[in-house]
Structure formats: structure tokens, C-alpha cells
């Protein structure tokens, strides 16, 4: 009987890293629900390199949050000491990423198991529409949280 144990990505921080600096890709599987529709949890993998200075707008990056969380987001923007960040399946930008946060770029992802480059056109198309899909998903919510302001400020009135 094979038993497999999962490992936090804190317990592999040590290996991805030294991975990484020797040159080497690493494959992990994501989890969660940010980067849907794209990667789905428990489906699809994400091939790891170094990245190699500055990195560029939609690249999706691999970084450690000052919490200790380690994230997959895509750079949303890219500004001169730091990155804005979001998930494909969010609508609120992370500010303030600095590049000694990001400890990885995505090279190639495994999408339910077929490889695709972050160069290939069919991806790059996606990318440009999902992300003007993140701005109407944003002004939307703003919307609704401005119609639920005022619907509790009627009832409070009541």
C-alpha cells in the first residue's frame, strides 16, 4: 500500500527555492479558487522558473505574502518598485508586491493535461480578455456594494 502526504508549500520553501536557483523548473499543483477559470485545483499544474529580473504585465507569479501565505496571482500592473497583483477569479488588486516577495514566474502551465506555454496565442487572447473582465467584475461589485449601502441605510430608517 503506497501512502502519499501532502506538504504545505512552507514545508517545501527550502527545495523550491534551491530548485529554482540551480536553474531547475518546478511543478506544483495549485490549490484554491483564484486562478479559475484557468487552473483548477487538484486538475492542472503550474511549471516554476526564476524569474530573471523585472517581470512583465499578466506574467503569473509564485511569491510569499508577509503573512507567510504563499500565492498565485497575475501582475495586473507593473510599477517602478513594486507589482499590482489580482486572481483571474478576483476583483481586488494586491498592492505592494516587491520582487524579493515573488519567488517564482510561471513558465508553462498543465492545463488538465495538456502543456501550455504563457507565449502561445490562444493563452495571450485569454489573458487580455479575462483581465478586461476583471475591470467590469470590479465596477459591478462596486455598484452592488453601493446599492447594499443604501438598501441597510432604507432599512435602518424604517
Known amino acids: 500500500m503506497m501512502v502519499s502526504k501532502q506538504y504545505t508549500y512552507s514545508e517545501?520553501?527550502?527545495?523550491?527555492?534551491?530548485k529554482l536557483s540551480s536553474g531547475a523548473c518546478v511543478t506544483i499543483q495549485p490549490k484554491g479558487i483564484s486562478m479559475l477559470p484557468l487552473i483548477h485545483q487538484g486538475r492542472d499544474e503550474v511549471v516554476l522558473k526564476k524569474p530573471d529580473?523585472?517581470?512583465n504585465k499578466f506574467d503569473i507569479v509564485f511569491y510569499k505574502r508577509a503573512s507567510g501565505q504563499f500565492v498565485l496571482?497575475?501582475?495586473?500592473?507593473v510599477r517602478k518598485n513594486d507589482y499590482i497583483l489580482c486572481g483571474d477569479n478576483q476583483t481586488e488588486y494586491e498592492y505592494n508586491i516587491k520582487d524579493?516577495?515573488?519567488?517564482?514566474?510561471v513558465d508553462e502551465l498543465i492545463i488538465d493535461g495538456k502543456t501550455v506555454s504563457v507565449?502561445?496565442?490562444e493563452y495571450l487572447e485569454y489573458v487580455k480578455k479575462n483581465f478586461r473582465n476583471i475591470k467590469k467584475r470590479r465596477l459591478i461589485g462596486k455598484v452592488k456594494g453601493f446599492i447594499k449601502l443604501i438598501l441597510r441605510w432604507e432599512q435602518r430608517k424604517k
Open 73 to 77: 496571482h497575475r501582475i495586473i500592473k
Open 53 to 55: 529580473g523585472r517581470l
Open 12 to 18: 517545501l520553501e527550502s527545495i523550491i527555492t534551491e
Open 100 to 105: 524579493d516577495m515573488i519567488l517564482a514566474v
Open 119 to 121: 507565449t502561445d496565442c
